[in-house]
Nanobody, 125 residues
Framework: QVHVIESGGGSVQTGDSLRLSCTSSERTFTTYVVAWFRQAPGMEREFVAGINRAGTSTYYSDSVRGRFFISRENGWNTVYLQMNNLKPKDTAVYYC??????????????????WGQGTQVSVSE
């Protein structure tokens, strides 16, 4: 089972962009589907975006579609989440999740068995 580490979070203003990274040191990371989830204070963790093993299929929640873009560089064992036109409602801890067996279209927490520690994204007015 791989381990993943998120990076790239920070504090920005409305309309700014950030790029989050999810990196693993294990070469087998390329055999995992990967998703980004987020959890705002007092809220349940929610699916944001997912990507298949080859990086050829992507999935998004309605709240971020058209603003966020997920991609992966398998040569670097890294999955990215490019977040554009950020809004205060995007403020949350963002988590990278991975699963070896499933498909990238799944959107519930229980479908993923590898989780990072999270990275904070804060968007102010």
């Amino acid at each position: 089972q791989v381990h993943v580490i998120e990076s790239g979070g920070g504090s920005v203003q409305t309309g700014d962009s950030l790029r989050l990274s999810c990196t693993s040191s294990e070469r087998t990371f390329t055999t995992y589907v990967v998703a980004w989830f987020r959890q705002a204070p007092g809220m349940e963790r929610e699916f944001v975006a997912g990507i298949n093993r080859a990086g050829t299929s992507t999935y998004y929640s309605d709240s971020v579609r058209g603003r966020f873009f997920i991609s992966r560089e398998n040569g670097w064992n890294t999955v990215y989440l490019q977040m554009n036109n950020l809004k205060p409602k995007d403020t949350a801890v963002y988590y990278c999740a991975a699963d070896h067996w499933g498909t990238a279209s799944r959107t519930t927490q229980r479908d993923y068995d590898v989780w990072g520690q999270g990275t904070q994204v804060s968007v102010s007015e």
